[in-house]
């Protein structure tokens, strides 16, 4: 026996538009309802070799695989197959495009058959891939013909264009705005007209349309023939429900935290030094020791960064090799959380600075592992770390300090190990290559104004380590957050 299933759909759109979104698999967690995220592992030619990781499905199960695709521009088509195979004997697939007067018609094409001990057989799993590719090919219909409808923001490098990049800080502060006030999520359902929006918004209504009219230029929401606005793949991301979501990270954006350092950018520029120290006269620990709204919201914005990329990093650390962990400077414990769900009769300690582990309690209970973590209330620079744990993390804190301080973290973790099967996992973001898109390049600067941290290389971090005596073990991915795992030597 095998299974086969073939669905096409028709999408009003250019061909260009349909092929580069529908081919574009990095961006395939936005495009798709499944994938929680797409890891572009390799690229030989034309085949890409990525991994997929989806949502948890109803039983809670997150499904993790491999898969190389081909595509073809020249035939509009793409053969691709399954290189983990999990559940299934085999799994390939071809992709074909072609334009009809409608649009574009995408019509997906599965080969597979599932192993005798798969948890369905070959017609169940057909059942559940026309079903699943249906809803998915709906969803990427709507979202490519709402990206065919938007402009994509002026081309002419020298003029316009440079003009929306260095006056950014007008869209930056648009799309805050917006954000703040949970516009992305009133348009959830659909589309509305300003009026109702601004009454749901707590907003004055022509306010808000000269703020949306100006955020739908640049394809963040989309004005209809009505008036209304409506959300586009871009502004997606500022709903505060989706797994995708940025809306934290854009309020934290806006927030005095970042803004108050920005507007004094240029104390930084000329000495070096965090320019926070100069607007607020302390550093932000400190400041976020006093002002406890603000401390709130800092920790909760870390708390919100966790959920993102939680499955990648877990694929990568597997927890359930470890029987205790120590998370330093966790946070609230939602990463610490997470890590021993994924290993059940693990338990955890959470080490963090006083005011910050006080909040902890209401988020490790909700997550059911509060009766699996001791809380440990002290500085990583004058308190001893608990010893002789299974496993350390170090989840975006390295990033805040300089070498020495860094260095000096790095130092006291070490002296709370003595096995060689114990592991550290720091997880940060590894600076690309020049020249390029990479968020960690804008992220040093706001490690340099806001704190006197630095984003580093991949040549930075070993350094550090061998300075601290760990061994990196990994070959770390740049241009996102990524797991660096490394042993004591
Ligand atoms: C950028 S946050 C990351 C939090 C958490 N690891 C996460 O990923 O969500 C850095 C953390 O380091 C903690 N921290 C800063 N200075 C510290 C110190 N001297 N001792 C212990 N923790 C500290 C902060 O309170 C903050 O929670």
């Given at each position: 026996?095998?299974?086969?299933?073939?669905?096409?759909?028709?999408?009003?759109?250019?061909?260009?538009?349909?092929?580069?979104?529908?081919?574009?698999?990095?961006?395939?967690?936005?495009?798709?309802?499944?994938?929680?995220?797409?890891?572009?592992?390799?690229?030989?030619?034309?085949?890409?070799?990525?991994?997929?990781?989806?949502?948890?499905?109803?039983?809670?199960?997150?499904?993790?695989?491999?898969?190389?695709?081909?595509?073809?521009?020249?035939?509009?088509?793409?053969?691709?197959?399954?290189?983990?195979?999990?559940?299934?004997?085999?799994?390939?697939?071809?992709?074909?495009?072609?334009?009809?007067?409608?649009?574009?018609?995408?019509?997906?094409?599965?080969?597979?058959?599932?192993?005798?001990?798969?948890?369905?057989?070959?017609?169940?799993?057909?059942?559940?891939?026309?079903?699943?590719?249906?809803?998915?090919?709906?969803?990427?219909?709507?979202?490519?013909?709402?990206?065919?409808?938007?402009?994509?923001?002026?081309?002419?490098?020298?003029?316009?264009?440079?003009?929306?990049?260095?006056?950014?800080?007008?869209?930056?502060?648009?799309?805050?705005?917006?954000?703040?006030?949970?516009?992305?999520?009133?348009?959830?359902?659909?589309?509305?007209?300003?009026?109702?929006?601004?009454?749901?918004?707590?907003?004055?209504?022509?306010?808000?349309?000269?703020?949306?009219?100006?955020?739908?230029?640049?394809?963040?929401?989309?004005?209809?023939?009505?008036?209304?606005?409506?959300?586009?793949?871009?502004?997606?991301?500022?709903?505060?429900?989706?797994?995708?979501?940025?809306?934290?990270?854009?309020?934290?954006?806006?927030?005095?935290?970042?803004?108050?350092?920005?507007?004094?950018?240029?104390?930084?520029?000329?000495?070096?030094?965090?320019?926070?120290?100069?607007?607020?006269?302390?550093?932000?620990?400190?400041?976020?020791?006093?002002?406890?709204?603000?401390?709130?919201?800092?920790?909760?914005?870390?708390?919100?960064?966790?959920?993102?990329?939680?499955?990648?990093?877990?694929?990568?650390?597997?927890p359930e090799?470890?029987?205790?962990?120590?998370?330093?400077?966790?946070?609230?414990?939602?990463?610490?959380?997470?890590?021993l769900r994924r290993a059940p009769g693990a338990?955890?300690?959470?080490?963090?600075?006083?005011?910050?582990?006080?909040?902890?309690?209401?988020?490790?209970?909700?997550?059911?592992v509060?009766?699996r973590?001791?809380?440990?209330?002290?500085?990583?620079?004058?308190?001893?770390?608990?010893?002789?744990?299974?496993?350390?993390?170090?989840?975006?804190?390295?990033?805040?300090?300089?070498?020495?301080?860094?260095?000096?973290?790095?130092?006291?973790?070490?002296?709370?190990?003595?096995?060689?099967?114990?592991?550290?996992?720091?997880?940060?973001?590894?600076?690309?290559?020049?020249?390029?898109?990479?968020?960690?390049?804008?992220?040093?600067?706001?490690?340099?104004?806001?704190?006197?941290?630095?984003?580093?290389?991949?040549?930075?971090?070993?350094?550090?380590?061998?300075?601290?005596?760990?061994?990196?073990?990994?070959?770390?991915?740049?241009?996102?957050?990524?797991?660096?795992?490394?042993?004591?030597?």
């Open positions: 026996m095998a299974g086969h299933t073939d669905n096409a759909i028709v999408i009003d759109a250019p061909m260009d538009l349909v092929w580069n979104m529908t081919n574009d698999v990095g961006s395939w967690p936005r495009l798709f309802g499944e994938y929680a995220s797409a890891e572009i592992l390799e690229r030989e030619g034309p085949t890409v070799r990525f991994r997929l990781t989806t949502h948890p499905d109803e039983q809670g199960r997150v499904w993790s695989w491999v898969s190389e695709r081909t595509p073809d521009p020249g035939t509009r088509t793409v053969t691709a197959r399954r290189v983990e195979t999990g559940p299934f004997e085999y799994m390939n697939l071809r992709w074909e495009y072609r334009s009809l007067d409608a649009g574009v018609e995408m019509r997906w094409m599965q080969d597979f058959a599932m192993k005798a001990d798969a948890h369905i057989d070959d017609s169940g799993m057909t059942q559940h891939l026309n079903t699943r590719t249906r809803t998915e090919m709906a969803r990427i219909k709507s979202a490519v013909e709402t990206a065919a409808r938007v402009s994509s923001g002026p081309e002419d490098l020298f003029g316009r264009r440079l003009l929306l990049l260095a006056g950014g800080i007008r869209l930056a502060w648009v799309v805050y705005a917006l954000s703040e006030v949970g516009v992305a999520d009133r348009l959830a359902a659909g589309p509305l007209p300003v009026a109702e929006l601004a009454e749901l918004t707590g907003t004055h209504a022509d306010a808000l349309r000269r703020l949306l009219r100006a955020a739908a230029s640049v394809g963040v929401f989309v004005e209809d023939d009505e008036g209304r606005f409506a959300l586009t793949p871009l502004a997606e991301g500022l709903r505060s429900d989706t797994p995708e979501s940025i809306r934290m990270l854009v309020r934290y954006n806006g927030a005095p935290t970042v803004s108050g350092p920005y507007q004094e950018i240029l104390h930084s520029l000329r000495t070096g030094e965090p320019s926070c120290q100069k607007v607020f006269g302390m550093p932000l620990w400190d400041y976020l020791d006093v002002n406890q709204d603000a401390g709130d919201f800092f920790d909760e914005t870390m708390t919100s960064m966790s959920a993102r990329l939680v499955p990648t990093h877990l694929a990568d650390i597997r090799r470890f029987s205790s962990f120590v998370d330093v400077g966790g946070g609230h414990g939602a990463f610490l959380a997470e890590l338990t955890g300690v959470l080490f963090e600075r006083p005011k910050v582990i006080s909040g902890a309690a209401p988020v490790l209970e909700a997550m059911e509060l009766d973590v001791t809380t440990a209330p002290g500085d990583f620079f004058a308190d001893p770390l608990p010893a002789d744990a299974d496993a350390y993390v170090l989840r975006a804190v390295l990033h805040n300090w300089s070498d020495d301080d860094a260095l000096a973290i790095l130092r006291r973790v070490r002296a709370a190990m003595s096995r060689p099967d114990q592991r550290l996992f720091v997880l940060e973001q590894v600076m690309g290559p020049p020249n390029v898109w990479d968020h960690a390049k804008f992220l040093d600067v706001d490690m340099l104004v806001i704190f006197g941290g630095v984003e580093r290389t991949l040549p930075h971090w070993r350094g550090l380590f061998d300075g601290a005596g760990f061994e990196l073990l990994t070959q770390p991915a740049t241009g996102r957050w990524t797991v660096l795992e490394c042993r004591p030597r």
